[in-house]
């Protein structure tokens, strides 16, 4: 392991991201994600990759795409309207497959709302902000250093399955300082880039799923030449209109993400053993969210915890084993209420679903949870 440091969580993401083989960061700064920005404008020169500040968010998002297609592991930083403003292309690299990661560091919204306040209100947004039907991987760190092996995660996860992987940071998470002990390079697992397998005498296809369910094109620059295309296509790339091509792709887009959901839904739980109360949080407001439920424990409340670090797809195996197992389950989190219609989905009324939302700038407090906790643990005892 390398030595202790104190790092803030927006520069442990990009120190992810950079362990992970990314050397290309096109974006536009806003806050609170413009540390991200800055890191990998002082560290990928040295690297020999590329920093380069576009015009605008679109612009952002539209640089890293072309980068990628010629071959680098990239990533853009962005928060609220920023996010808003990408969605277009993030649904243009969900039907070209082309690997991406954004970091979208969320701020009290809508619209410019309140720049650097605390939230959690693009959990909707990570899943549904692009239209038409598409899968989507979201990742939520809660600490600094878990903001590190999201990132590896990320890019890795768009590198293997050739889409836009979304990065939930808090502003809570994103500015908040923690020592840290990053993992030595060799300690840290990263998907290369996908290579096109050509079978000699054979047309190149570009978009010829693998066994995996997912094409492996070649980067530009590197000897073929091919259409890439918002559009409908098929397995040469060219726009197709058939109906059939349209839902047997939009079919494998969902499933070449869904084959591996057990894989990628990482989550923690704690004090679960006997727990009748469970609180399911993540983010910044998992941090309190534990704390509470810990300060319940001492006062011999029956409560445990779910930290959900996968946000898309949503894990529905734990939640439904969370629902079977409990009176009832609170969803604290900084929206109006986002993340509990997920839980309120999947729990089916097997358990009571409660939600606890914060939507003034202000944090959560250890205090706020543990009543919630009580009031919850008195109705259910009823």
């Not at 790092?7 to 950079?18: R, W």
């Not at 809508?110 to 899943?127: E, L, N």
């Not at 946000?311 to 409990?326: L, S």
Request: with cysteine.
């Amino acid at each position: 392991m390398s030595e202790a440091r104190l790092m803030q969580g927006n520069e442990a993401c990009a120190e992810g991201a950079l362990a992970a083989g990314v050397r290309f960061f096109g974006g536009y700064p806003i806050t609170p994600s413009t540390e991200i920005a800055e890191h990998m404008a002082g560290a990928l020169p040295a690297l020999g990759g590329t920093f380069i500040q576009m015009e605008d968010e679109i612009a952002g998002i539209a640089v890293v795409l072309g980068a990628a297609l010629a071959g680098k592991k990239v990533l853009t930083a962005t928060s609220g309207p920023g996010f808003s403003l990408k969605q277009e292309l993030i649904g243009y690299g969900c039907i070209a497959e082309i690997p991406a990661v954004i970091v979208n560091v969320q701020r009290t919204g809508p619209s410019t709302g309140q720049p650097t306040s605390p939230s959690q209100g693009d959990i909707m947004q990570a899943r549904w902000g692009t239209h038409g039907d598409h899968p989507m991987i979201a990742l939520s760190p809660w600490t600094v250093r878990e903001s590190f092996d999201v990132a590896v995660k990320a890019v890795n996860y768009a590198e293997r399955f050739r889409t836009p992987v979304i990065i939930l940071l808090d502003e809570v998470v994103g500015h908040m300082r923690e020592r840290v002990v990053l993992p030595r390079p060799e300690e840290i697992d990263v998907y290369p880039r996908r290579k096109p397998v050509v079978t000699e005498g054979e047309p190149y296809k570009p978009f010829k799923p693998m066994d995996d369910l997912v094409p492996s094109p070649a980067d530009f620059g590197t000897g073929h030449r091919y259409h890439v295309t918002g559009l409908f296509h098929d397995e040469t790339g060219f726009p197709s209109g058939n109906a059939k091509l349209t839902k047997d792709v939009t079919h494998r887009l969902h499933e070449k993400i869904m084959r591996a959901q057990d894989e990628i839904t990482h989550y923690d739980e704690f004090f679960m053993e006997d727990a009748e109360i469970v609180v399911v949080a993540y983010g910044g407001t998992a941090r309190t969210a534990y704390a509470g439920v810990e300060a319940a424990r001492k006062k011999g409340v029956k409560v445990g915890m779910v930290r959900l670090m996968t946000i898309w797809p949503f894990a529905d195996k734990i939640i439904k084993k969370i629902a079977a197992q409990a009176k009832a389950i609170l969803v604290p989190e900084m929206n109006y209420g986002q993340l509990v219609l997920e839980v309120e989905r999947v729990a089916a009324g097997q358990a009571k679903v409660v939600s606890l939302p914060k939507y003034d700038t202000e944090i959560f407090t250890p205090q706020e949870i543990v009543a919630a906790i009580e009031d919850l643990n008195a109705e259910v005892a009823k």
